[in-house]
């Protein structure tokens, strides 16, 4: 794929980017709340009834505090997504089903860093869209099985929820477990395991870098962004 088109596509990523900035503010919420639309500071109205959008500073327009994602970063993160899809070649319903993950995936990530939870109104559509996205994929005679897409969102959504019983994994994690494994199994089994894998070692290496750092250990991970960008790279490196 050429640059500009890589280009193009990181623009478009950086636009998905800004749509999910509201939705992570309204959603970043702790249990058993469901949103919100307010300055949590100041109780000034952030989100509009009609149009829904967050100031790109992530601060109120009120009291000028801090109330979303960082500066540009659900921006940035969604474009370097988007760009790494693009690079990696893949085409079709397919491609489009990767970036739907992406998109959802940004704002999940973001929610879960910020309040540990992946709310229902984004793992559910996030999990039908990707299955939607690979039944047009077959139809359309890609390559890839949707049988083994199938099958691999169920064993791994089973498996989470094994650990979920364990108290090692959280309900949204189990949510969100269908459309990783429905990704990584239309390519392959090998890569839902090694898709699944690197989800576990980032997480690790990830708080291990935390602890040598200096940092709390913590007694619950946000596992969510580990197991999007787990599955991620590795359906672009095997797709």
Do not use: N
């Not at 559509?125 to 039944?135: D, E, H, N």
């Amino acid at each position: 794929m050429s640059v500009l088109s890589v280009a193009l596509t990181a623009a478009v990523g950086a636009l998905a980017g800004a749509a999910a900035r509201p939705v992570v503010f309204a959603r970043s919420v702790p249990a058993p709340a469901s949103a919100r639309r307010d300055c949590p500071r100041c109780g000034s109205a952030v989100l509009g009834r009609q149009l829904p959008v967050l100031p790109v500073s992530g601060r109120c327009p009120g009291c000028a505090q801090v109330i979303g994602p960082r500066v540009l970063v659900p921006e940035a993160v969604a474009a370097i997504a988007f760009a790494a899809i693009a690079v990696g070649g893949a085409s079709g319903w397919f491609a489009a089903a990767q970036y739907w993950v992406a998109a959802c995936g940004v704002a999940l990530a973001l929610i879960d860093l910020a309040v540990q939870r992946l709310p229902d109104v984004l793992t559910l559509p996030a999990c039908g869209g990707t299955l939607l996205l690979l039944t047009a994929a077959a139809l359309a005679g890609e390559p890839g099985s949707l049988g083994r897409a199938a099958a691999a969102a169920s064993a791994l959504t089973a498996a989470f929820l094994l650990m979920a019983f364990t108290g090692a994994m959280g309900l949204g994690d189990v949510k969100l477990a269908p459309a990783i494994g429905a990704l990584l199994g239309w390519i392959s089994w090998t890569s839902l395991f090694w898709g699944t894998a690197a989800g576990f070692f980032v997480g690790a290496a990830t708080e291990v870098a935390r602890l040598a750092l200096g940092r709390t250990r913590r007694t619950h991970v946000s596992f969510g962004p580990y197991m999007v960008i787990g599955a991620l790279a590795v359906s672009v490196a095997t797709a």
